[in-house]
């Protein structure tokens, strides 16, 4: 409970189209997901819209799984529990040859990153069934 002020859901897209059909089970039938624009401005000028699922803002990430049979396809919680970790090394590789009638040269820079959970008590995995 102490985390779900901070909380926010993590889904993919086809996991999201799913929960935005979601209504509450009152007389009201209302739906959970809501979709509002925000006063902050995206790119040219216009507005970011925010979505919302119960109050607490989604983000989208295409390589969570996709809803089936015990699947765990929505996280909610407090993500600073998550740790980013950048390597220390960068590797550049020149590529003089490959365009070499045109005189350009491809440079390509490759950099490891990882990440992990280090206090997982700060969230969820929701357990879904089709």
Known sequence: AQYRRSGKFVMN???AKVARKLKD???SGRYLWDS????NFGGLSSPVIQDSL???P???DEFMPDLGANAYPILFGDFSG???VDRV???IQRLSELYAETNITL???RKRVGGDIIQPWRMKAQKCST
């Open 25 to 27: 089970g009152g007389s």
């Open 82 to 84: 998550y740790c980013i």
């Open 89 to 91: 090394g960068l590797s």
């Open 54 to 56: 119960l109050g607490a």
């Open 58 to 60: 989604v983000a989208y």
């Open 13 to 15: 897209s086809s996991t």
């Open 36 to 39: 509002m624009q925000s006063p």
């Open 107 to 109: 440079l390509l820079a």
